[in-house]
Protein backbone atom coordinates (compact mmCIF):
# COMPACT_ATOMS: atom_id res chain seq x y z
CA UNK A 1 0.00 0.00 0.00
CA UNK A 2 1.01 3.11 -1.08
CA UNK A 3 1.90 6.06 1.32
CA UNK A 4 0.64 9.52 0.18
CA UNK A 5 2.05 12.79 0.57
CA UNK A 6 -0.33 15.53 2.28
CA UNK A 7 -0.81 17.21 -0.74
CA UNK A 8 -1.67 13.86 -2.55
CA UNK A 9 -4.14 13.72 -0.03
CA UNK A 10 -5.45 17.12 -0.73
CA UNK A 11 -5.63 16.29 -4.38
CA UNK A 12 -7.49 13.04 -3.79
CA UNK A 13 -9.87 15.66 -1.88
CA UNK A 14 -10.43 18.32 -4.11
CA UNK A 15 -11.05 15.56 -7.33
CA UNK A 16 -13.48 13.58 -5.16
CA UNK A 17 -15.32 16.27 -4.29
CA UNK A 18 -15.43 17.79 -7.80
CA UNK A 19 -16.79 14.69 -9.01
CA UNK A 20 -19.50 14.83 -5.82
CA UNK A 21 -20.80 18.08 -7.16
CA UNK A 22 -21.15 16.65 -10.92
CA UNK A 23 -23.54 13.81 -9.77
CA UNK A 24 -25.17 16.10 -6.94
CA UNK A 25 -25.42 18.75 -9.94
CA UNK A 26 -27.13 16.16 -12.67
CA UNK A 27 -29.41 14.55 -10.37
CA UNK A 28 -30.80 17.72 -8.69
CA UNK A 29 -31.06 19.57 -12.46
CA UNK A 30 -32.96 17.09 -13.74
CA UNK A 31 -35.27 16.77 -10.92
CA UNK A 32 -35.77 20.53 -11.07
CA UNK A 33 -36.04 20.44 -14.81
CA UNK A 34 -33.12 23.13 -14.36
CA UNK A 35 -29.91 23.98 -13.83
CA UNK A 36 -28.77 23.30 -10.31
CA UNK A 37 -24.78 24.55 -9.19
CA UNK A 38 -25.83 22.32 -6.27
CA UNK A 39 -23.84 22.76 -2.79
CA UNK A 40 -22.21 25.07 -0.10
CA UNK A 41 -20.05 26.57 -2.03
CA UNK A 42 -20.12 28.20 -5.26
CA UNK A 43 -17.78 26.31 -7.17
CA UNK A 44 -17.32 23.09 -8.72
CA UNK A 45 -17.12 21.58 -5.90
CA UNK A 46 -18.92 19.74 -2.73
CA UNK A 47 -16.38 19.01 0.35
CA UNK A 48 -18.71 16.11 2.06
CA UNK A 49 -17.88 14.42 -1.32
CA UNK A 50 -14.21 14.98 -0.89
CA UNK A 51 -14.26 14.40 3.07
CA UNK A 52 -16.62 11.14 2.05
CA UNK A 53 -13.62 9.98 0.10
CA UNK A 54 -11.18 10.63 2.35
CA UNK A 55 -13.01 9.17 5.00
CA UNK A 56 -13.48 5.64 3.31
CA UNK A 57 -10.00 5.33 1.79
CA UNK A 58 -8.51 6.00 5.11
CA UNK A 59 -11.01 3.74 7.24
CA UNK A 60 -10.14 1.00 4.23
CA UNK A 61 -6.34 0.81 4.18
CA UNK A 62 -6.18 -2.47 6.15
CA UNK A 63 -8.76 -4.09 4.19
CA UNK A 64 -8.77 -3.11 0.37
CA UNK A 65 -8.90 -7.14 -0.46
CA UNK A 66 -11.99 -8.11 1.05
CA UNK A 67 -15.48 -6.29 -0.20
CA UNK A 68 -17.00 -6.83 3.32
CA UNK A 69 -14.95 -4.96 4.67
CA UNK A 70 -14.89 -2.26 2.55
CA UNK A 71 -18.60 -2.00 2.38
CA UNK A 72 -19.06 -2.12 6.17
CA UNK A 73 -16.06 -0.01 7.09
CA UNK A 74 -16.30 2.78 4.50
CA UNK A 75 -20.34 3.02 5.27
CA UNK A 76 -19.37 3.37 9.02
CA UNK A 77 -16.99 6.40 7.97
CA UNK A 78 -19.09 8.13 5.75
CA UNK A 79 -22.26 7.82 7.78
CA UNK A 80 -20.70 9.27 10.92
CA UNK A 81 -18.67 12.35 9.09
CA UNK A 82 -22.34 12.90 7.44
CA UNK A 83 -24.12 12.59 10.88
CA UNK A 84 -21.47 15.29 12.50
CA UNK A 85 -21.55 17.54 9.56
CA UNK A 86 -25.07 17.85 9.19
CA UNK A 87 -25.41 18.29 13.16
CA UNK A 88 -22.41 21.26 13.17
CA UNK A 89 -23.84 22.88 9.71
CA UNK A 90 -27.40 23.12 11.78
CA UNK A 91 -26.19 24.03 15.00
CA UNK A 92 -24.00 26.95 13.27
CA UNK A 93 -26.87 28.27 10.70
CA UNK A 94 -30.19 26.92 12.09
CA UNK A 95 -30.44 25.37 8.73
CA UNK A 96 -30.78 21.71 7.69
CA UNK A 97 -28.65 21.47 3.78
CA UNK A 98 -29.87 18.17 3.46
CA UNK A 99 -32.77 16.10 5.14
CA UNK A 100 -33.80 12.25 5.47
CA UNK A 101 -36.17 12.98 7.55
CA UNK A 102 -39.03 11.93 4.78
CA UNK A 103 -36.94 8.58 4.39
CA UNK A 104 -37.56 5.48 6.48
CA UNK A 105 -34.87 3.92 9.40
CA UNK A 106 -33.48 7.83 9.56
CA UNK A 107 -31.62 9.00 12.91
CA UNK A 108 -32.86 12.84 13.24
CA UNK A 109 -32.74 13.21 9.87
CA UNK A 110 -29.22 13.52 9.34
CA UNK A 111 -28.84 9.96 8.36
CA UNK A 112 -30.57 6.75 6.95
CA UNK A 113 -30.38 3.40 6.17
CA UNK A 114 -30.46 4.07 2.67
CA UNK A 115 -28.15 6.38 2.73
CA UNK A 116 -25.24 4.41 4.25
CA UNK A 117 -26.22 1.38 2.23
CA UNK A 118 -25.88 3.87 -0.50
CA UNK A 119 -22.28 5.12 0.85
CA UNK A 120 -21.32 1.44 1.64
CA UNK A 121 -21.74 0.25 -2.34
CA UNK A 122 -20.04 3.67 -3.27
CA UNK A 123 -17.09 2.69 -0.77
CA UNK A 124 -16.50 -0.70 -3.37
CA UNK A 125 -16.97 1.40 -5.75
CA UNK A 126 -14.62 4.26 -5.10
CA UNK A 127 -11.79 1.60 -3.64
CA UNK A 128 -11.88 -0.90 -6.26
CA UNK A 129 -12.44 1.03 -9.54
CA UNK A 130 -12.68 4.47 -9.06
CA UNK A 131 -9.68 4.89 -7.44
CA UNK A 132 -7.20 3.10 -9.00
CA UNK A 133 -7.12 4.93 -12.21
CA UNK A 134 -6.73 8.21 -10.05
CA UNK A 135 -4.37 7.32 -7.85
CA UNK A 136 -2.18 6.41 -10.78
CA UNK A 137 -2.78 9.60 -12.31
CA UNK A 138 -2.02 11.57 -9.33
CA UNK A 139 1.34 9.73 -8.09
CA UNK A 140 2.26 9.97 -11.85
CA UNK A 141 2.56 13.87 -11.48
CA UNK A 142 5.93 15.28 -9.91
CA UNK A 143 5.42 16.39 -6.05
CA UNK A 144 6.56 19.52 -6.58
CA UNK A 145 3.72 20.15 -9.26
CA UNK A 146 0.81 18.27 -7.08
CA UNK A 147 2.60 20.70 -3.95
CA UNK A 148 1.80 23.82 -6.31
CA UNK A 149 -1.77 22.94 -7.49
CA UNK A 150 -3.15 21.91 -3.73
CA UNK A 151 -1.61 25.08 -2.65
CA UNK A 152 -3.60 26.81 -5.45
CA UNK A 153 -7.17 25.15 -5.24
CA UNK A 154 -6.88 24.82 -1.44
CA UNK A 155 -6.03 29.24 -1.16
CA UNK A 156 -9.63 29.15 -4.23
CA UNK A 157 -11.77 27.40 -1.82
CA UNK A 158 -10.66 28.83 1.52
CA UNK A 159 -12.16 32.16 -0.60
CA UNK A 160 -15.30 29.92 -1.71
CA UNK A 161 -15.71 28.73 1.93
CA UNK A 162 -15.32 32.45 3.61
CA UNK A 163 -17.99 33.91 0.97
CA UNK A 164 -20.46 30.95 1.77
CA UNK A 165 -20.41 30.68 5.06
CA UNK A 166 -20.52 35.03 5.03
CA UNK A 167 -23.82 34.04 2.92
CA UNK A 168 -24.92 31.34 4.98
CA UNK A 169 -24.60 33.59 8.11
CA UNK A 170 -26.71 36.27 6.42
CA UNK A 171 -29.76 33.77 5.85
CA UNK A 172 -29.55 32.60 9.25
CA UNK A 173 -29.62 36.19 10.29
CA UNK A 174 -32.22 37.29 8.28
CA UNK A 175 -33.95 34.18 9.13
CA UNK A 176 -33.70 34.96 12.79
CA UNK A 177 -35.54 38.85 11.92
CA UNK A 178 -38.14 37.40 9.94
CA UNK A 179 -39.40 34.75 12.40
CA UNK A 180 -38.80 37.07 15.44
CA UNK A 181 -40.85 40.05 13.44
CA UNK A 182 -43.81 38.07 13.17
CA UNK A 183 -43.97 37.14 16.65
CA UNK A 184 -43.75 40.77 17.28
CA UNK A 185 -46.35 41.95 15.43
CA UNK A 186 -48.53 38.93 16.35
CA UNK A 187 -47.73 40.48 20.32
CA UNK A 188 -48.52 43.84 19.17
CA UNK A 189 -51.69 43.17 17.43
CA UNK A 190 -52.56 41.54 21.14
CA UNK A 191 -51.76 44.06 23.22
CA UNK A 192 -53.83 46.36 20.95
CA UNK A 193 -56.61 44.53 21.01
CA UNK A 194 -56.60 43.84 24.43
CA UNK A 195 -56.12 47.86 24.77
CA UNK A 196 -59.00 48.97 22.39
CA UNK A 197 -61.41 46.95 24.65
CA UNK A 198 -61.08 49.37 27.05
CA UNK A 199 -62.28 51.90 24.53
CA UNK A 200 -65.50 53.80 23.01
CA UNK A 201 -67.74 51.70 20.06
CA UNK A 202 -66.74 54.80 17.68
CA UNK A 203 -63.09 53.87 18.63
CA UNK A 204 -63.78 50.19 17.46
CA UNK A 205 -64.90 51.33 13.85
CA UNK A 206 -62.69 53.50 13.19
CA UNK A 207 -59.94 50.99 14.26
CA UNK A 208 -62.08 47.90 12.03
CA UNK A 209 -61.45 50.68 9.15
CA UNK A 210 -58.12 50.91 9.64
CA UNK A 211 -57.84 47.22 8.89
CA UNK A 212 -60.22 47.16 6.27
CA UNK A 213 -57.87 49.75 4.53
CA UNK A 214 -54.62 47.75 5.46
CA UNK A 215 -56.51 45.18 3.61
CA UNK A 216 -57.08 46.73 0.70
CA UNK A 217 -53.84 48.32 0.16
CA UNK A 218 -52.20 45.10 0.84
CA UNK A 219 -54.03 43.17 -2.18
CA UNK A 220 -53.68 45.45 -4.37
CA UNK A 221 -50.19 45.47 -4.37
CA UNK A 222 -49.98 41.49 -4.27
CA UNK A 223 -52.46 42.23 -7.60
CA UNK A 224 -50.48 44.76 -9.17
CA UNK A 225 -46.90 42.37 -8.60
CA UNK A 226 -48.70 39.20 -9.93
CA UNK A 227 -49.47 41.43 -12.92
CA UNK A 228 -46.06 42.54 -13.26
CA UNK A 229 -44.53 39.51 -13.03
CA UNK A 230 -46.81 37.80 -15.65
CA UNK A 231 -45.31 39.84 -17.64
CA UNK A 232 -41.97 39.50 -16.76
CA UNK A 233 -42.06 35.50 -16.92
CA UNK A 234 -43.65 35.90 -20.83
CA UNK A 235 -39.96 37.64 -21.13
CA UNK A 236 -38.33 35.03 -19.78
CA UNK A 237 -35.70 37.12 -18.15
CA UNK A 238 -34.97 39.57 -15.27
CA UNK A 239 -35.12 36.95 -13.26
CA UNK A 240 -32.71 38.77 -10.61
CA UNK A 241 -35.46 42.21 -11.16
CA UNK A 242 -37.95 39.95 -10.50
CA UNK A 243 -36.98 38.29 -7.39
CA UNK A 244 -35.67 41.93 -6.26
CA UNK A 245 -39.19 43.21 -6.77
CA UNK A 246 -40.98 40.00 -4.58
CA UNK A 247 -38.53 41.11 -1.79
CA UNK A 248 -39.89 44.82 -2.19
CA UNK A 249 -43.57 43.50 -2.30
CA UNK A 250 -42.89 41.20 0.98
CA UNK A 251 -41.62 44.53 2.17
CA UNK A 252 -44.17 46.53 1.70
CA UNK A 253 -46.35 44.09 2.80
CA UNK A 254 -44.76 44.63 6.12
CA UNK A 255 -44.29 48.24 5.85
CA UNK A 256 -48.50 48.63 5.64
CA UNK A 257 -49.05 46.23 8.50
CA UNK A 258 -46.57 47.97 10.61
CA UNK A 259 -47.97 51.65 9.93
CA UNK A 260 -51.49 49.91 10.93
CA UNK A 261 -50.44 49.05 14.12
CA UNK A 262 -48.64 52.64 14.70
CA UNK A 263 -51.70 54.55 13.39
CA UNK A 264 -53.92 51.87 15.59
CA UNK A 265 -51.15 52.82 18.64
CA UNK A 266 -51.70 56.29 18.09
CA UNK A 267 -55.16 56.78 17.90
CA UNK A 268 -55.62 54.75 21.21
CA UNK A 269 -52.96 57.62 23.09
CA UNK A 270 -55.25 60.37 22.00
CA UNK A 271 -58.18 59.07 23.22
CA UNK A 272 -59.33 60.25 26.62
CA UNK A 273 -58.76 57.80 29.26
CA UNK A 274 -62.26 56.03 30.07
CA UNK A 275 -64.00 57.05 33.39
CA UNK A 276 -63.74 53.46 34.98
CA UNK A 277 -59.98 53.65 34.93
CA UNK A 278 -58.20 55.11 37.45
CA UNK A 279 -55.05 57.38 37.16
CA UNK A 280 -52.95 54.22 37.51
CA UNK A 281 -54.41 52.40 35.23
CA UNK A 282 -54.76 54.62 32.90
CA UNK A 283 -50.74 55.81 32.84
CA UNK A 284 -50.05 52.03 32.52
CA UNK A 285 -52.19 51.89 29.62
CA UNK A 286 -50.28 54.89 27.98
CA UNK A 287 -47.38 53.52 28.62
CA UNK A 288 -47.56 50.60 27.22
CA UNK A 289 -48.80 52.23 24.12
CA UNK A 290 -45.81 54.25 24.07
CA UNK A 291 -43.70 51.12 24.49
CA UNK A 292 -45.78 49.85 21.43
CA UNK A 293 -44.61 52.69 19.36
CA UNK A 294 -40.71 52.33 20.07
CA UNK A 295 -41.10 48.42 19.37
CA UNK A 296 -43.01 49.52 15.65
CA UNK A 297 -39.96 51.97 15.42
CA UNK A 298 -37.89 49.00 15.91
CA UNK A 299 -39.39 47.17 13.55
CA UNK A 300 -39.18 49.47 10.77
CA UNK A 301 -35.11 50.01 11.22
CA UNK A 302 -34.82 46.20 11.41
CA UNK A 303 -36.94 45.97 7.79
CA UNK A 304 -35.02 48.50 6.24
CA UNK A 305 -31.64 46.70 7.67
CA UNK A 306 -32.10 43.69 5.47
CA UNK A 307 -30.95 45.02 2.13
CA UNK A 308 -30.92 43.44 -1.22
CA UNK A 309 -27.46 42.30 -1.71
CA UNK A 310 -28.16 40.26 2.05
CA UNK A 311 -31.27 38.80 -0.10
CA UNK A 312 -29.46 38.03 -3.14
CA UNK A 313 -26.94 36.41 -1.01
CA UNK A 314 -29.89 34.23 0.01
CA UNK A 315 -31.05 33.37 -2.87
CA UNK A 316 -28.03 32.30 -4.46
CA UNK A 317 -27.63 29.71 -1.29
CA UNK A 318 -31.29 28.68 -1.52
CA UNK A 319 -30.82 27.97 -5.37
CA UNK A 320 -27.72 25.54 -4.52
CA UNK A 321 -30.01 23.93 -1.93
CA UNK A 322 -33.38 23.32 -2.96
CA UNK A 323 -34.00 20.68 -0.61
CA UNK A 324 -33.11 23.10 3.11
CA UNK A 325 -35.45 23.08 5.58
CA UNK A 326 -35.14 24.50 9.21
CA UNK A 327 -36.84 23.10 12.38
CA UNK A 328 -35.83 26.42 14.11
CA UNK A 329 -37.30 28.88 11.35
CA UNK A 330 -39.49 26.52 9.20
CA UNK A 331 -42.25 29.79 8.50
CA UNK A 332 -39.66 32.00 7.37
CA UNK A 333 -37.62 29.74 5.53
CA UNK A 334 -40.18 28.30 3.49
CA UNK A 335 -41.63 32.47 2.68
CA UNK A 336 -37.83 32.96 1.38
CA UNK A 337 -38.06 29.35 -0.60
CA UNK A 338 -41.62 30.22 -1.88
CA UNK A 339 -40.06 33.67 -3.66
CA UNK A 340 -37.88 31.35 -6.00
CA UNK A 341 -40.56 29.76 -6.84
CA UNK A 342 -42.53 33.03 -7.79
CA UNK A 343 -40.39 33.68 -10.16
CA UNK A 344 -39.04 30.24 -12.08
Given at each position: ????????????????????????????????????????????????????????????????DDL????????????????????????????????????????????????????????????????????????????????????????????????????????????????????????????????????????????????????????????????????????????????????????????????????????????????????LTG??????????????????????????????????????????????????????????????
Open positions: MHIYHLTQWLMFFFIYSFIGWVWESCYVSVRKHRWVNRGFLHGPMLPIYGSGALAILISTIGFRRFIFFFGMIAATALEYITGVVMERLFHVRYWDYSNQKLNLNGYICVSSSICWGVFSILLVRVIHVPIEEAVLDIPLVITDAVALVLTAAASVDLTQSFNEAMDLKHVLMQLEASKEQIKKMQEKLKAVSEEMLTDYRQRSEELRRDYRRRSDKLIEDYRLHAAELAEKNRFRKKAYLEWIDLKREQKRLQLEELREHAESLMKEKIPSRMDAKEWRDELAALKKNIAGEFSRMSSRTDKSYLHIASQLRRNPTAASKKFTKALEELKSSLDNIK
